[in-house]
Structures are given as C-alpha cells and as structure tokens.
C-alpha cells in the first residue's frame, strides 16, 4: 500500500515535468526567438525540482505528495499564463485554438471562486491574523477565573464580540472581487476578439507571478520551522 502511495505521488512529479516539456512544443516553435516563454518553463521546472529537494531534506521532514500537488499547480498557473499571450504574439501555439480558451477561462474562473470563498471564509474566521486585541486568542485561558456566585442569567446570557476580524474579512472580498472585475474586462485592454477574454501581456504577469509567490509562500510553510525553531507554526 505504501509503495503504491509513492509511486502514485512520483508519478505526479513525473507528469508536472512532462507537462512542462509538452509546454516547450506548444509555446516555443521553431524558427522565432520565445526567450520570455523558454523563461517562464524553465522556471516552472526548477520550482518544482526545488520543491521536492526542500520536502525531502532530512531538516525539514516533509511529504512529497503536497509538493507534487503545488508542482502540478504551478504548471497549470503556467500554462493559463502562456495561453493568455496575445493572439498575434507568434511564440503562442494556441493562438487558434478557441476551444482551449473557453476551456481555460471556464477552468480558470471555477478555480478562482473556490479559492476565493475558502480564503474569504477562512481568513474571517481566524482569530490569529487582525483579531480585534481586546479579545483573547482562540483556545487561551482567561487571566482570571469567574469564582463569584450568583450571577443573573442576563448576564450569563450577554452577546460575546466575535472573534474574527471584519474588516479583514470586507478585504479579502474587496480583492477577490476586484480581481474578478479586471478578469472579465480584460484587464482594462481592448481586444479585436469578442469571444477572447482574459488575453493580454497583463494576464500573462499576473499568472506568472501568482505561480511564484504560490511557490514561495509553499517553500517558506517547509523551510520556517527551520530558520525561525523558537516560533511555534500552528
């Protein structure tokens, strides 16, 4: 069962790479200089080789499966940046392909609202990040212990503040929708294509640099509890 367990987390790595090699084919054709998209896979390919060296390290003690999981995500973050190239930009393999765009945008926006609900839901309802300080931190004790007796059920019954944070909460939607907005228009450029969205040199950065800092915030959950031992990482 283990070994079964291990190949099947090797064989996500195995394909995150494949994956990257049949981007080379798509989005760096013979004949024209696509230094920028060559960049953009390199890259992705040695994330995910730094990735499984960091969660194989002896010190850090992690799993290969959730970093398999991030190397497919952030080939996946690659592809949908490439494929948000121009469509006259030579360099892109897809520029014909309809199919694949609504395929992507449809793929794209169901990713981004999931995401967006977990984070919103989860975010508001943490009480570790911009809680309102006069309140306790889930799960400490209180400095001082109610011993008094007799207390009248009203004021057993008084309305608790909530532990979360609004405004917080407020951002997190703000940005999410935000981000929805320039998803659709287009990131504000114009486009001779109606049925084109989400297409333009903007997009491609953005996807680009989610994939990075997707990367990184992944690399700094394993390699914190190295460099910082006196934190305590809940």
Known sequence: ???CFTCCICRMLH???CIVGIFFIWFNPAGYDCSINVFFLVMTMILGFLLA???LHPRVNGSLLP???ISLYCAYLCYTGLSSEP???ECNGLNKSKA???STLVLGMVTTVLSVLYSALRAGSSTTFLSPPSLPRSGSK???EEVEEGKTKKEEKEAKPVSYSYSFFH???ALASMYSAMLLSGWTSTSDSSDLIDVGWTSVWVRIGTEWVTAGLYAWTLLAPVFLPDREFA
């Open 1 to 3: 069962m283990v070994c």
């Open 15 to 17: 394909w995150s790479i």
């Open 53 to 55: 060296i960091i969660a």
């Open 67 to 69: 970093a398999a999981v």
């Open 87 to 89: 469509r006259n930009y």
């Open 100 to 102: 694949v765009t609504t």
């Open 142 to 144: 209180p400095l001082l």
């Open 171 to 173: 951002q997190i939607f």
